[in-house]
């Protein structure tokens, strides 16, 4: 018997074809050429320079004389490549996990919504950047800016079918016409998480657990990231010993969340406007600076809601374990109108970027619905900015490729044989790349490429032992396996 061939030994043989070993009987060699895609050959348009296809050449073959559609995305949108895929998904999972670890329940909406649950009255920089429009039904729709109005349409929905406390959790795509910065894009996806049911501050200071878990998780520490956190009541409380009519309130609060947006004589103009007295603007100014929770109740006292439901968040912080991630700061007021109570936003300490995740207490927005109003609190948290603070600390993970094991037959009239080899691996939980009408030298280098665990070369001397030759391509070594031992 002639000894068993090696791998390097097939490198220099030629794979077989069944056809070519009958070729005495054939007038015809057997012969499969390759094809190449060649990128160069594609003529990449910019956004700005797209020609418009007339309908003859939108009908028509292409070739020579037509023109090629733009392959960029539109303006401020994104594609997912493998690599980019992979992050994302690695990202979806650790807000899931995140979210499971707090007993959250995941939920979906549309990504299409009815234009009226998303247009307020308040003067809300987000009701300028819908994407909305007429359905060919007459129907006014618009891709969700945001996630919350659609989780509250969810719940009213649901009716008493739902049991409170509601702890929901989803990853969904929202979509805003805004000026493109680092880390803003005109769509992008959102981790929420929102709870209804639940008067008491414990219900916001679960949350904020959550986001400081998931930087956890993603080697993100306090020092590189803090929570910003302040009240709604807080401005209510200084517009009433302002005696400031109520019904400003929110339109006030929609002004002050443009401070370090705007100049201050700008956001005084916009407050004056509105009707606000100077000296009010000024004492507005004024508890704004704050940073202090001590400075804070000695302007508005301890006895109010805004100082108090501050305070038992602190607290609460330091029996979770994450006081040192949050702060007091007196000017985050968060731009939604429908905020009402205590409100919260993630920062990186070097102030290289926008707003990580925000959030607060919303205990009136579904009356703006038509329906009763339950107790609600939630967070958004986008996939952009993170991803830009994780490449900043040079925090993100080695996402390559993986493939347990390549099958790859070495004659044609194996291929059969290699499936089935391919098939039963993957029933057992292995991914597997089933490889054919390659050179063995190619296959070597595409192992390598996709980091492949092993190679399984399926021969003829091999499988008439019922074995199959298979390549650790960690350590090197090779030996023989017998078929149903192969796992």
């Given at each position: 018997?002639?000894?068993?061939?090696?791998?390097?030994q097939?490198?220099?043989?030629?794979?077989?074809?069944?056809?070519?070993l009958?070729?005495?009987?054939s007038?015809?060699?057997?012969?499969?050429?390759?094809?190449?895609?060649?990128?160069?050959?594609?003529r990449?348009?910019?956004?700005?320079?797209?020609?418009?296809l007339?309908?003859?050449?939108?009908?028509?073959?292409?070739?020579?004389?037509?023109?090629?559609i733009?392959v960029?995305?539109?303006?401020?949108?994104?594609?997912f490549?493998p690599?980019?895929?992979?992050?994302?998904?690695?990202?979806?999972?650790?807000?899931?996990e995140?979210?499971r670890?707090?007993?959250?329940?995941?939920?979906?909406?549309?990504?299409?919504?009815?234009?009226?649950?998303?247009?307020?009255?308040?003067?809300?920089?987000?009701?300028?950047?819908?994407?909305?429009?007429?359905?060919?039904?007459?129907?006014?729709?618009?891709?969700?800016p945001?996630?919350?109005?659609?989780?509250?349409?969810?719940v009213?929905?649901?009716?008493?079918?739902?049991?409170?406390?509601?702890?929901?959790?989803?990853?969904?795509?929202?979509?805003?016409?805004?000026?493109?910065?680092?880390?803003?894009?005109?769509?992008?996806?959102?981790?929420?998480?929102?709870?209804?049911?639940?008067?008491?501050v414990?219900?916001?200071?679960?949350?904020?657990?959550?986001?400081?878990?998931?930087?956890?998780?993603?080697?993100?520490k306090?020092?590189?990231?803090?929570?910003?956190?302040?009240?709604?009541?807080v401005?209510?409380?200084?517009?009433?010993?302002?005696?400031?009519?109520?019904?400003l309130?929110?339109?006030v609060c929609?002004?002050?969340?443009?401070?370090?947006?705007?100049?201050?004589?700008?956001?005084?103009?916009?407050?004056?406007?509105?009707?606000?007295?100077?000296?009010?603007?000024?004492?507005i100014?004024?508890?704004?600076?704050?940073?202090?929770?001590?400075?804070?109740?000695?302007?508005l006292g301890?006895?109010?809601?805004?100082?108090?439901?501050?305070?038992?968040?602190?607290?609460?912080?330091?029996?979770?374990?994450?006081?040192?991630?949050?702060?007091?700061?007196?000017?985050?007021?968060?731009?939604?109108a429908?905020?009402?109570?205590?409100?919260?936003?993630?920062?990186?300490?070097?102030?290289?970027?926008?707003?990580?995740?925000?959030?607060?207490?919303?205990?009136?927005?579904?009356?703006?619905?038509?329906?009763?109003?339950?107790?609600?609190?939630?967070?958004?948290?986008?996939?952009?900015?993170?991803v830009?603070?994780?490449?900043?600390?040079?925090?993100?993970?080695?996402?390559?490729?993986?493939?347990?094991?390549?099958?790859?037959p070495l004659?044609?009239?194996?291929?059969?044989?290699?499936?089935?080899?391919?098939?039963?691996?993957?029933?057992?939980?292995?991914?597997?790349?089933l490889?054919?009408?390659k050179?063995?030298?190619?296959v070597?280098?595409?192992?390598?490429?996709?980091?492949?665990?092993?190679?399984?070369?399926?021969?003829?001397?091999?499988?008439?032992?019922?074995?199959?030759?298979?390549?650790n391509l960690?350590?090197?070594?090779?030996?023989?396996?017998?078929?149903?031992?192969?796992?």
């Open positions: 018997m002639s000894a068993v061939p090696t791998i390097r097939l490198l220099v043989r030629p794979r077989l074809c069944s056809t070519a009958n070729s005495s009987s007038p015809f060699l057997s012969y499969a050429p390759s094809l190449h895609f060649c990128p160069s050959s594609l990449v348009l910019s956004s700005s320079s797209s020609p418009t007339t309908q003859e050449e939108a009908d028509g073959p292409v070739g020579k004389g037509s023109s090629l733009d960029n995305p539109p303006r401020g949108t994104r594609d490549p690599d980019d895929m992979r992050l994302r998904s690695w990202l979806f999972q650790n807000f899931r995140v979210s670890i707090l007993s959250f329940e995941e939920v979906d909406f549309p990504v299409l919504e009815s234009e009226a649950l998303f247009i307020r009255k308040a003067g809300e920089e987000i009701t300028q950047q819908l994407y909305n429009f007429e359905d060919k039904g007459g129907r006014r729709v618009v891709l969700r945001e996630i919350t109005p659609s989780l509250a349409r969810l009213i929905k649901q009716g008493k079918s739902a049991s409170l406390p509601l702890k929901w959790f989803t990853i969904g795509q929202c979509w805003r016409y805004e000026r493109m910065t680092r880390g803003r894009r005109r769509e992008h996806y959102q981790w929420n998480m929102d709870i209804f049911g639940v008067s008491k414990r219900a916001e200071a679960e949350l904020i657990q959550a986001v400081v878990l998931l930087f956890e998780r993603l080697g993100i306090s020092s590189d990231v803090g929570i910003r956190v302040s009240s709604r009541k401005l209510q409380a200084v517009l009433q010993m302002y005696a400031i009519p109520e019904n309130f929110t339109q929609v002004i002050v969340d443009k401070l370090g947006k705007i100049t201050r004589e700008e956001m005084e103009k916009e407050l004056v406007s509105l009707g606000v007295s100077t000296k009010a603007v000024n004492g100014i004024e508890v704004l600076s704050l940073k202090s929770l001590s400075k804070l109740e000695e302007v301890s006895e109010g809601e805004a100082v108090s439901e501050l305070k038992k968040l602190f607290s609460l912080a330091e029996s979770y374990g994450y006081a040192d991630w949050i702060c007091f700061d007196a000017s985050v007021v968060r731009g939604l429908y905020y009402t109570g205590i409100v919260f936003e993630a920062f990186d300490r070097q102030g290289k970027l926008r707003a990580i995740c925000g959030g607060g207490r919303y205990d009136r927005l579904l009356s703006t619905f038509g329906t009763d109003d339950i107790p609600a609190c939630g967070f958004g948290f986008g996939d952009a900015v993170i830009e603070l994780l490449k900043e600390k040079a925090l993100l993970p080695d996402l390559s490729h993986k493939v347990d094991d390549i099958v790859f004659d044609e009239v194996l291929d059969g044989t290699a499936s089935s080899i391919a098939s039963s691996l993957r029933k057992k939980g292995r991914s597997v790349d490889v054919e009408d050179r063995l030298k190619w070597f280098k595409h192992a390598e490429r996709i980091g492949a665990s092993r190679l399984i070369l399926v021969g003829n001397s091999e499988w008439e032992r019922g074995a199959v030759r298979v390549k960690s350590t090197r070594e090779e030996f023989e396996v017998k078929i149903d031992e192969l796992d």
